[in-house]
């Protein structure tokens, strides 16, 4: 990418909410106290609500079912939500552009049996995929106690290893049409070797589709993660709470690390009676995704116009 | 003079799926030292695959299927990847067609220029600016610096070609493969182009393969023409005997669509109709080696005929000779 991107608004306020929403959520716990649980309200000592609380009573979007600021719960868990998805999208681009130089490289007679295995892989949604690999790990981890960084380090790695496939595919292909450019085979003239002509030209060639590419898989990353929140799938792991009087208790998870997809899961049942809880983060994805969106935008404009200027 | 380039009965195949082809044919030539040898035919008829197996570069469908490419007695073919690497740049360079898409569009110049430099570590890195930008001054530049900073796209034809130049030359090669280095350019810029490397191969004495379909560049620069037809070379001769005699139909066609300026208003001849002329004789349109007339298969001589001294042509004899089986 070159300069020419900070000159494409699109991408600009994509970025700034993306950044907003970071830097709120590293500063947030410096200046107010993480939320506390608040089921009943009191007025004269009176019972007068329990939570969840409308926006009305606590805005502006009210409570989760215990009770705790909605706002300072989705503020406190952007940094996990964005940042894991940021971590997980990048990791799988680094992993797939070098794969996909070993696989264009070496395996020419290979290439169609695999393709024909990753295009039938795309056709299983990735939350049920996703759901196959990880719940075994959240039982395997509960039982076990295991630390929360190595949680989110193997969640994060089958999340990363589920994507890697399908952009080793794309990847290749793009390294095959800019290995059959002129100038490819004019630099091999020279008496280059084939590993500089993939580090010189061919990987800093699809630097900016790489981070088109990130984009692309950070909002993939966001709906997936959404998609295993509604299936009690949390990024660093659930804790559950036995929630109710003594009648009707029934077992609740919630997400260690607070993170969007944890909110939609642990609140998901409360959406008939008070549909905000769920939607206020689904909006928040929504609003992560859409700025996303910008930010790819911007890469594409800025693509295009570079085209042009090198005169391609 | 030192023997440079000695091809002998190159053959290169192409395969796909359904079949495999022959795009060069038992083609055998010689370049010796401080020689421009122009290798002339039209589209498709192999010179550049000629030229990319003498680089080992074929593309990943093709092979040499038979022959030697022998550069200073050292045969090419059976060279290791890692050892042609060592000859390819600098020993034996490249000048493409179009330098609009033989250069990195993503890289400047300067950087592209000094690739050759670092493989073969001629020069510290330090140091190869500095030789960058006496290459960029040797093929014409009058500002260097500037050109060594800028993006291929901000720079017209010729000057890309320029650029495609000092690159080919930045590690003093002694043979240059020029793949028609001109084509894409205007006439004017064409003469630069190959003044320049006329030029360049006086003072160094480098030896030249010019690929061309263009006669009036063969006219001007070339010592020796092979004239390429359907993989094969069908006349080859120092250029003022082939000017002066040409024998081949073929080669004859090519000359006859050159128009003149001194008789506008005759019809340009095409290759065809020369054939068509020619095919008088036998029945034969450019004598393929094996051909059948009225139930008889006719074999034609398939190595190329010295017909005078230096001059050798392919399936022709002043007599229309042919063997009969």
């Known amino acids: 990418m070159n300069v020419g991107i900070w000159k494409q608004p699109q991408f600009i306020t994509g970025l700034i909410i993306l950044v907003s929403l970071l830097v709120a959520s590293f500063v947030y716990p410096y200046f107010f106290e993480l939320p506390k649980e608040t089921k009943y309200l009191y007025e004269n000592g009176n019972l007068v609500d329990v939570a969840p609380f409308p926006p009305s009573l606590v805005p502006p979007f009210?409570?989760?079912?215990?009770?705790?600021?909605?706002?300072?719960?989705?503020?406190?868990?952007?940094?996990?939500?964005?940042?894991?998805?940021?971590?997980?999208?990048?990791?799988r681009v680094m992993l797939g552009a070098v794969l996909a130089v070993i696989y264009h490289h070496y395996h020419d007679k290979l290439?169609?049996?695999?393709?024909?295995?990753?295009?039938?892989?795309?056709?299983?949604?990735?939350?049920?995929?996703?759901?196959?690999?990880?719940?075994?790990?959240?039982?395997?981890?509960?039982?076990?106690?295991?630390?929360?960084?190595?949680?989110?380090?193997?969640?994060?790695?089958?999340?990363?290893?589920?994507?890697?496939?399908?952009?080793?595919?794309?990847?290749?292909?793009?390294?095959?049409?800019?290995?059959?450019?002129?100038?490819?085979?004019?630099?091999?003239?020279?008496?280059?070797?084939?590993?500089?002509?993939?580090?010189?030209?061919?990987?800093?060639?699809?630097?900016s589709r790489f981070w088109l590419v990130i984009a692309q898989q950070i909002i993939q990353v966001l709906i997936l993660l959404s998609h295993l929140g509604v299936l009690y799938i949390f990024i660093g792991g659930a804790a559950t709470i036995i929630d109710g009087d003594l009648l009707s208790a029934h077992e609740v998870y919630v997400s260690l690390t607070g993170e969007w997809a944890g909110l939609i899961g642990s609140n998901?049942?409360?959406?008939?009676?008070?549909?905000?809880?769920?939607?206020?983060?689904?909006?928040?994805?929504?609003?992560?995704?859409?700025s996303m969106n910008l930010v790819i935008n911007g890469i594409q404009n800025n693509l295009k116009w570079s085209d042009r200027g090198r005169g391609w | 003079?030192?023997?440079?380039?000695?091809?002998?009965?190159?053959?290169?195949?192409?395969?796909?799926?359904?079949?495999?082809?022959?795009?060069?044919?038992?083609?055998?030539?010689?370049?010796?030292?401080?020689?421009?040898?122009?290798?002339?035919g039209e589209s498709g008829s192999g010179k550049s695959v000629t030229s990319q197996a003498i680089m080992g570069l074929l593309p990943d469908n093709g092979r040499i299927a038979g022959g030697e490419v022998s550069f200073l007695n050292q045969n090419l073919v059976k060279l290791s990847e890692k050892e042609m690497r060592r000859i390819r740049g600098m020993k034996i360079s490249m000048i493409f067609q179009d330098a609009t898409v033989s250069l990195n569009p993503t890289m400047k110049i300067g950087k592209q220029i000094v690739e050759g430099l670092h493989y073969h570590q001629l020069f510290p890195k330090k140091e190869s600016k500095g030789e960058a930008l006496r290459l960029l001054s040797i093929v014409g530049f009058e500002n260097p610096s500037d050109i060594y900073h800028q993006y291929p796209g901000e720079l017209s034809g010729g000057m890309k070609q320029r650029a495609l130049i000092a690159m080919a030359i930045s590690c003093e090669p002694q043979l240059v493969i020029a793949d028609e280095p001109t084509t894409a350019l205007d006439v004017t810029i064409q003469k630069q182009i190959l003044d320049l490397m006329d030029d360049y191969k006086r003072r160094t004495e480098t030896s030249i393969l010019l690929i061309t379909h263009d006669f009036g560049l063969v006219s001007e620069y070339a010592d020796r023409v092979l004239v390429m037809y359907e993989g094969k070379i069908v006349e080859a001769a120092d250029v003022f005997t082939l000017f002066r005699n040409p024998v081949h139909p073929y080669t004859k066609g090519l000359m006859n669509s050159i128009p003149r300026i001194e008789d506008p208003r005759v019809m340009l001849q095409t290759v065809r109709d020369m054939a068509v002329q020619e095919g008088t004789f036998e029945g034969r349109v450019f004598a393929p080696e094996v051909f059948s007339k009225d139930g008889v298969t006719y074999h034609a001589p398939s190595a190329l005929i010295e017909v005078e001294k230096g001059h050798f042509v392919r399936f022709f004899t002043n007599k229309m000779e042919v063997s009969r089986t």
């Open chain 1, 268 to 290: 998901y049942e409360a959406i008939y009676h008070t549909p905000h809880i769920v939607l206020i983060p689904l909006g928040f994805f929504f609003l992560a995704i859409f």
């Open chain 1, 62 to 91: 009210g409570t989760d079912v215990f009770g705790r600021n909605l706002l300072a719960l989705i503020i406190n868990g952007a940094k996990y939500t964005l940042l894991i998805a940021f971590g997980i999208a990048m990791v």
């Open chain 1, 111 to 207: 290439r169609p049996l695999f393709e024909d295995i990753i295009e039938s892989t795309l056709f299983i949604p990735p939350a049920i995929l996703g759901y196959v690999f990880l719940s075994p790990l959240a039982v395997k981890y509960s039982q076990e106690n295991s630390g929360f960084a190595e949680m989110v380090a193997t969640q994060s790695l089958v999340l990363i290893l589920m994507g890697v496939p399908p952009l080793v595919s794309v990847f290749s292909k793009d390294m095959a049409k800019i290995t059959d450019k002129e100038h490819i085979v004019s630099t091999l003239s020279l008496g280059a070797k084939n590993r500089y002509v993939y580090f010189k030209h061919v990987l800093p060639e699809m630097a």
């Open chain 2, 1 to 40: 003079m030192v023997t440079m380039l000695d091809v002998k009965n190159l053959k290169v195949m192409f395969h796909s799926k359904q079949a495999e082809m022959v795009a060069v044919d038992e083609v055998s030539f010689s370049v010796r030292a401080g020689e421009t040898v122009a290798l002339i």
